[in-house]
């Protein structure tokens, strides 16, 4: 406290207003001063003052086209064009392969049903064709139902085999705490004994 005191002490108001003057003249320089860095350049003197100058900030620059639509611009940056290619060829794709494995599976679609009424298949070979379709179904189903059944069965023998080792570990835990306790317990009675029998010496 005491050193704030002899600061104000020390403290002439001749300094204080010189100080307070240096830094009033040099906002006014600065607010006063020419506002050459926010104005517009000057116009050359050969130029009418209505002249369209150059302005950097409206030139036009390379927008996606229209397309209609909520956002009337397409989804898809327009640098990204190859990408998009790429993108509907690898759907496409997907589709022919897709089709291809339906076909191959032998699963008639509305359209192979529709052409082989309209062509007159005979309903054996339809029969033929159902039978083979729920035939090769109902092997993948017992297999698979088979293999099933068999990691449920090592599962279970690997489920039994873990609970007996935890039993065992803790039957074996077990016996060691109550021969422990039992240690403990008889010390502590030899302890006390001890103590009474030197007390009562």
Known sequence: MKTVINWLQNLRPLKVLKVFLAVTF????????RPGIAAQPSQTPGQPPNVQRYDPSAQE??????????????DVDPRAKNAEKAANARAKDLIENAQKN????????????????????????????????????????REGVTKGTQRGIENLQENIQNAAEYLTKNVQRGTEDLGKNIQRTSENATDAFRKNVREAN
């Open 102 to 141: 339906v076909e191959s599976k032998r699963i008639d679609s509305v359209d192979q049903y529709v052409r082989n009424y309209q062509e007159g298949a005979p309903l054996d070979e339809r029969v033929k064709r159902l039978g083979q379709d729920v035939g090769s179904s109902a092997e993948e189903l």
């Open 61 to 74: 620059y390379n927008i996606s086209p229209r397309q209609g639509g909520m956002n009337e611009f397409s």
């Open 26 to 33: 040099l906002v006014l320089v600065q607010a006063c001063n």
